[in-house]
């Protein structure tokens, strides 16, 4: 069985650009998460899909960050302008149902000069 | 504001021992909660859940669960330097509704040594 896959592994971008990343969840999962962990945290939760609806973004900077769920399998989480404080590994996590295991992907790791 | 605390580390013990982890938390209402794992460079693992009070056996893991005391644990027996990681206290959201709505602790950094 395929795993969630993220793209890019990497990212290095200036303050005020703008970045985008990508998630595939395992096929068949219904829902996705998108979390953020800064070095040295835990995972913080950004933003749950149920299908191509949202559940929670209550924790999403909704002034810079946007993600989209499109057909209730890809997602893209997208930052602009990104800041120095949007260093970190942004993880995409899937999982059949609400009340079933979760599965990460590898994460994209954001770098912001 | 929901939180969860881990014990601080980094923890050292050497082969062989019992290595303990430790997690507190805010929400009285958490119904859910999960030990991961997670390597350097990788994304975490899930090794344990657990729902009830009690402990909760797995292989070498143990998961403990108070909730009166707002208190889950993991204890690994039998420590290998392949469980050399950081090891992270997750609760799920107070209604229970979804398992993957989490809120992690910071994380506790466990080296084994030979």
């Known amino acids: 069985e395929a795993g969630v896959a993220q793209s890019p592994r990497y990212k290095i971008i200036e303050k005020r650009q703008s970045v985008a990343f990508w998630c595939n969840p395992i096929s068949g999962h219904a829902t996705l998460y998108w979390y953020q962990q800064i070095l040295g945290q835990g995972p913080k939760l950004l933003i749950q899909f149920q299908n191509n609806g949202v559940v929670d973004d209550s924790q999403l900077p909704k002034d810079r960050f946007s993600a989209e769920r499109l057909k209730g399998v890809d997602s893209t989480l997208k930052i602009q302008p990104a800041k120095l404080e949007d260093s970190a590994v942004y993880l995409c996590?899937?999982?059949?149902?609400?009340?079933?295991?979760?599965?990460f992907g590898s994460g994209t790791q954001l770098s912001v000069l | 504001q929901k939180e969860v605390e881990q014990n601080s580390g980094p923890l050292s013990v050497p082969e062989g021992a019992i290595a303990s982890l430790n997690c507190t938390y805010s929400?009285?209402?958490?119904?859910?909660f999960f030990w991961y794992r997670q390597y350097s460079g990788k994304s975490p693992e899930l090794i344990m859940s657990?729902?009830?009070?009690g402990d909760k056996e797995d292989g070498r893991f143990t998961a403990q669960l108070n909730k009166a005391s707002q208190y889950v644990s993991l204890l690994i027996r039998d420590s290998q330097p392949s469980d050399s990681a950081t090891y992270l206290c997750a609760v799920s959201d107070a209604g229970g509704t979804s398992y993957g709505k989490l809120t992690f602790g910071q994380g506790t950094i466990l080296t084994v040594h030979p």
């Open positions: 657990i729902y009830s009070n």
């Open positions: 929400d009285r209402g958490s119904q859910s």
């Open positions: 996590a899937s999982s059949y149902s609400r009340r079933e295991k979760l599965f």
